[in-house]
């Protein structure tokens, strides 16, 4: 399977910043999926980021909430802005390989 | 109605049992269906998949799905404390495309 790194693990951030989220994967591939779990909760994905075009967002996500970078085929940012208690979660980076999906180790995410 | 629904649990089993975990899905054209064991604290990870009816063995683990009546189930055998986790049923394909579903997971305590 894919080797997924995410950086940082954790963090603990003041309300009304942003922190960006990198996903970097020892592979190249077509499509990065960022999803979000919030306490307590399964995974829903947040957007699916393609190499050389824009981020397609699921309902409830908004760019300019979750601005997505996507340089290259083997690393993408998620940033979270303007950020809010609410906003506590575990962010999790995703690839496929064939048709089965790998996590990174994910970002748990502490707004205070 | 969710469209992938498994029980909350805790499912609490003395060692050496067999876990059986259940899950349910909405979407009929769904083609692609994985179980997913997660600790707490951690990401994710992929520990079965299945695509056709019938059953699927791996080691401890059986994978049955039953696409008639719109079932997917997971059993462990010779259950171990360390299978304590919550296991998140995930699927694939119908109307969702290529996105993964999750439930909400279903927690499974191992007892000594």
């Known amino acids: 399977s894919a080797v997924i790194s995410q950086k940082p693990s954790r963090d603990i951030c003041q309300r009304g910043t942003s922190l960006t989220i990198q996903c970097q994967v020892d592979?190249?591939?077509?499509?990065m999926f960022w999803y979000r779990q919030q306490p307590g909760q399964s995974l829903t994905l947040i957007a699916t980021?393609?190499?050389?075009?824009?981020?397609?967002?699921e309902s409830g996500f908004v760019i300019d909430k979750f601005p997505i970078s996507r340089p290259n085929l083997t690393f993408s940012t998620l940033t979270v802005s303007n950020m809010s208690p609410e906003d506590s979660s575990i962010y999790l980076c995703s690839v496929d390989q064939n048709t089965e999906a790998f996590f990174g180790q994910g970002t748990r995410l502490t707004v205070v | 109605q969710k469209e992938v629904e498994q029980n909350s649990g805790p499912l609490s089993v003395p060692e050496g049992a067999i876990a059986s975990l259940n899950c349910t899905y909405s979407?009929?054209?769904?083609?692609?269906f994985f179980w997913y064991r997660q600790y707490s604290g951690k990401s994710p990870e992929l520990i079965m998949s299945?695509?056709?009816?019938g059953d699927k063995e791996d080691g401890r683990f059986t994978a049955q799905l039953n696409k008639a009546s719109q079932y997917v189930s997971l059993l462990i055998r010779d259950s171990q404390p360390s299978d304590s986790a919550t296991y998140l049923c995930?699927?694939?394909?119908?109307?969702?495309?290529?996105?993964?579903?999750f439930g909400g997971g279903t927690r499974v305590l191992v007892k000594p």
């Open positions: 979407d009929r054209g769904s083609q692609s």
């Open positions: 995930a699927v694939r394909g119908g109307a969702a495309g290529n996105k993964l579903t």
């Open positions: 299945i695509y056709s009816n």
């Open positions: 980021a393609n190499q050389g075009s824009e981020a397609t967002y």
């Open positions: 592979s190249q591939v077509t499509m």
